[in-house]
């Protein structure tokens, strides 16, 4: 519910101020939600592969493609607008409830499914990583204690780097597709 109504308050963007606060909605939505459950199956691995494929196709889309034209577009609007910095103090505020709803939502998976070596420690570093990145993308400070990469962020890497398996074309399903070196940092 809370995500929605991130959504809902700026989908009019009618100010420049709304806009942003719309962009930090979709950087949220592409870049925080939703990395706890793709690395729990990836921890699963061969365990449910047609699940572990359709996730890794989803979460390459989101953090490769949406969340770079997402922070994009935040940058874009910071750079070219004045921004209230009660507008800038919001988008913190929305990083930080993007971070509570997600390691609730990993505290419902460790509790109903757990999985050996998967803690709340874990996911809070994980999660406190990933959110800080996503401030920087941004080009805000990051606001979370940052760790050393985890386990959990390893495996989100090493799945979203599906465009380099290399494979014998006649025996394989397409799997990739070519992506563009188009830099959105240009912007």
């Given at each position: ?57 989803i979460a390459r889309d989101e953090l490769n493609t949406h969340l ?120």
């Amino acid at each position: 519910m809370k995500i929605a109504e991130q959504f809902a308050s700026y989908i009019g963007g009618t100010s420049v101020d709304e806009m942003l606060l719309s962009a930090m909605a979709s950087v949220n939505l592409e870049g925080v939600y939703f990395l706890l459950g793709f690395s729990y199956i990836y921890t699963l691995g061969d365990k449910v592969p047609g699940a572990r494929d359709m996730i890794q196709f989803i979460a390459r889309d989101e953090l490769n493609t949406h969340l770079p034209l997402f922070a994009n577009i935040f940058k874009t609007i910071q750079k070219e607008n004045k921004i209230a910095t009660a507008t800038i103090d919001k988008s913190y505020e929305m990083m930080q409830d993007a971070v509570e709803i997600e390691l609730e939502y990993g505290k419902y998976l460790l509790k109903n499914y757990p999985i050996m070596g998967l803690t709340e420690e874990l996911m809070e570093q994980t999660v406190h990583n990933y959110a800080n990145d996503r401030l920087k993308k941004i080009g805000l400070n990051p606001i979370f204690t940052q760790s050393s990469t985890t386990y959990l962020q390893q495996l989100v890497t090493k799945h979203l780097n599906i465009n380099d398996i290399k494979s014998n074309f006649f025996e394989s399903n397409v799997s990739n597709y070519a992506k563009s070196s188009l830099e959105l940092d240009d912007f």
